[in-house]
Structure formats: C-alpha cells, structure tokens
C-alpha cells in the first residue's frame, strides 16, 4: 500500500510553510501526487443562537480573495516542480466545507491543529482539523505549526479496539512500512490489563502479516488522563508520529471530542495520524 495523492490545506492568512515543506517531501518520499487547497472567505461565518450566519462578500473582497489564491496557487506549484505531479485548488469560501468535499480526489489529507479561533468560525481561512477528520472519509494527518520535515521512522499506534482505531491502523501502513520502528501502546483500566495485551498481540501479528516488525507491545494502566499517558509515552520514546483513532460526533451544530482526540487535534509537538 502507498498515498498515491496527498493533500495539503494552505492557510491563506497564518504560516503554514513549514506544513507545506513536510508534505512536500513526504509526496517525494512516496512520489505522490500533491494537492496544494485554500478557501478564503473575507466574511466568515458566525453563529447566532446555533445557527451558522454567512455574510454575502461585495465584488471588491472576492476579487482581492481571487487575486491572493492565485499567487499562493503560482507560489505552491513552483514549490512542487521536483514532484511527480502537483495541482492547486482553490476557491472563495471556507476552508472547512472546500477540503473535506475535494478530500475525494486524495488518500490522505494533511492539515495543521486545531486552534480555538477556527473551532469558533472567527478567522475565515483556519481550518478545523476535527471537521474534517468527521466529513472527509479519509486518513487526517494532523501537524504542529512548529514542525521541520519528518522522516517518520518511529511510529506509535496508540490501539483502542474500536472500528476507528482499526481503520487508523489500516489507513497508516503506507507509514508503517517505511518505519524503522513501530510501538503499540495500549491504556485500559487495571482490570482490562490481560484482555489489553491479547488485543495488541492481534494487531501485533495483523501488522507481521503486512510486513510490519512491531519492536514493542505496551499495555499499561492509566495513572493519569489517557491522552496525558499517550503524549508522554510518545514523548519519552521519541516517537515522531502518533496513529490513532478520532471520535467525535456533532451536537447541536458544533463537533464534540473526546478527551484523547481533542488532545490530539490540538496544537502540540507531534504529528498524528486519525482516521474516523
């Protein structure tokens, strides 16, 4: 398996250079496609008693929101002329709703965190790696705004036996393949401890069968918040990318999280990989 088109969001008004330097090598790594996307909307949306209210842009902002895609678009794709392929889409309306609908031409999306501003709707070219994480039906790769090219070579599946975790594990092997070592740490309650450690030696041997070597099975109680444990687990072991199932659902207009995923959509020092 391999990301045969990558997708990158390009904020139109925030640095999002070093995100855009990362999937740029990692679509030379994988020699993907690339997909350079940016929304713009000059009027953002707001909500009013848990509506979403969107302001009609005068000729004058759409023609300054043309004009500024169309230099990140010429910038983008002088980046990527060492790539196999590279294409720039574009359009004036939020980032949010452009991506997640153009996600169907990529096997992977790759975003930046989940600031406070863009889970608010007050800055119009933000994007909400949680909306798409829930609307795109692909693989979010999720990375911090501080970020130099990774290799990816040690990778940490944080395994929870859900179906979101499943299809996290099944979506990262174009990853872990190329890894050179692979963690699988599992959090339950004490009592859950046995049952934990039978789970991770199935994926353990489902990855052995893909032509994955696991150099460590971790089954653990939390002592702390489970996200708390999975970041300094990562943290301690120097893993560069977290693999992890993403559940959310919407309520009354807005996405809610839980604790783990909302730890993991948020700005922090490591890229994760979520599948919903």
């Known amino acids: 398996m391999s990301y045969a088109t990558m997708m990158v969001h390009v904020d139109a ?11 740029l090598g990692l679509a030379e790594r ?3 496609t690339l997909i350079g996307i940016a929304g713009l909307a000059l009027r953002p949306a707001f909500a009013s008693s848990g509506i979403v209210i969107y302001a009609e842009p005068t000729e004058r902002e759409l023609q300054y929101m043309r004009v500024r895609l169309e230099e990140m678009g010429r910038k983008f794709c002088g980046q990527g002329q060492c790539l196999k392929q590279v294409e720039w889409r ?18 992977l999306v790759i975003v930046g965190p989940r600031h406070p501003a863009s889970a608010h709707l007050r800055r ?3 994007i909400d790696p949680g909306v798409i994480l829930l609307q795109a039906g ?8 501080i970020v130099t090219p990774h ?28 890894a050179k070592e692979v963690l699988l740490l599992g959090i339950g309650e004490g009592d859950a401890q046995p049952e934990a450690k ?53 309520r009354l207009g807005e ?14 020092h490591v890229c994760c990989l979520l599948s919903h």
């Open 151 to 178: 290799a990816f070579q040690r990778v940490m599946v944080a395994w929870k036996d859900t179906r979101e975790c499943r299809r996290a594990v099944r979506d990262a092997l174009p990853f872990l393949h190329q």
């Open 30 to 32: 994988f020699e993907a």
């Open 124 to 126: 119009s070219d933000l």
């Open 198 to 250: 039978k789970h991770l030696a199935d994926v353990g041997r489902y990855l052995a069968r893909h032509r994955v070597s696991v150099a460590a099975e971790v089954a653990r109680s939390a002592r702390r918040t489970v996200a708390t444990e999975l970041l300094n687990f990562a943290r301690d072991e120097q893993a560069d990318l977290i693999v992890a199932g993403g559940y959310g659902h919407s």
């Open 138 to 145: 692909r693989p979010v790769l999720v990375v911090p705004d």
């Open 90 to 107: 574009s359009a004036p309306e939020l980032p949010n709703e452009l991506v997640a609908r153009q996600a169907r031409a990529a096997d």
């Open 13 to 23: 008004e925030h640095d999002s250079e070093q995100r855009v330097q990362l999937a």
């Open 255 to 268: 996405w809610m999280f839980g604790g783990v995923t909302h730890e993991l959509l948020a700005p922090g």
